[in-house]
T-cell receptor, first 113, second 115 residues
């Protein structure tokens, strides 16, 4: 099993659609979780951190399910500008701050007019 | 302006010719890291540093060296580059706090081709 796994897609959706991505992680000791956005081989940029209680930022909602070891990202009312690759990031966990961060392969979203 | 800079942005070199990719951040971040990105494999961590003089291996450290003599700089050294190190490289930095990791700021990337 990969340490962090995402469906690479692509997800092709019409404008206004709601789309959800999942990301599974293998290490139950992981403590920090993030979603990053990457446009066309440019540098990744933080979209949102994922908190235990779930969190929302405008049209974006992130959730963490520790029991099943996955995080999710929900995008409502998709815009053309949401087209990008979404990267799931998990710290490796274990005792202390190990510093090792694992990126998922990324999920590509294409929003069509 | 708060930023992470990398140099060079593009580099074509030949097998075995030592090279260094520089990374510098002006945000006083403790944590710095190097990644490589390859099609179908995503970003993979090469090395990271939790603070000055503290470095550790990521997932794919073979063939690379790093050093952290100053807080702002974290150069990546390829002593004897090989074609399988052709990749897009990103440097990133972040603060550390409360036992968790904070937003990583990425440099613009260095596209390396080893012939």
């Amino acid at each position: 099993r990969k340490e962090v796994e995402q469906d690479p897609g692509p997800f092709n959706v019409p404008e206004g659609a709601t789309v959800a991505f999942n990301c599974t992680y293998s290490n139950s000791a992981s403590q920090s979780f993030f979603w990053y956005r990457q446009d066309c081989r440019k540098e990744p940029k933080l979209l949102m951190s994922v908190y235990s209680s779930g969190n929302e930022d405008g049209r974006f909602t992130a959730q963490l399910n520790r029991a099943s070891q996955y995080i999710s990202l929900l995008i409502r009312d998709s815009k053309l500008s949401d087209s990008a690759t979404y990267l799931c990031v998990v710290n490796w966990g274990g005792s202390g701050n190990t510093g090792k961060l694992i990126f998922g392969q990324g999920t590509t979203l294409q929003v069509k007019p | 302006e708060a930023q992470v800079t990398q140099n060079p942005r593009y580099l074509i070199t030949v097998t075995g010719k030592k090279l260094t990719v520089t990374c510098s951040q002006n945000m006083n971040h403790e944590y710095m890291s190097w990644y490589r990105q390859d099609p179908g494999l995503g970003l993979r961590q090469i090395y990271y540093s939790m603070n000055v003089e503290v470095t550790d291996k990521g997932d794919v450290p073979e063939g690379y060296k790093v050093s952290r003599k100053e807080k702002r700089n974290f150069p990546l050294i390829l002593e004897s580059p090989s074609p399988n190190q052709t990749s897009l490289y990103f440097c990133a930095s972040s603060t550390l706090g409360g036992g968790s990791y904070n937003e990583q700021f990425f440099g613009p990337g260095t596209r390396l081709t080893v012939l």
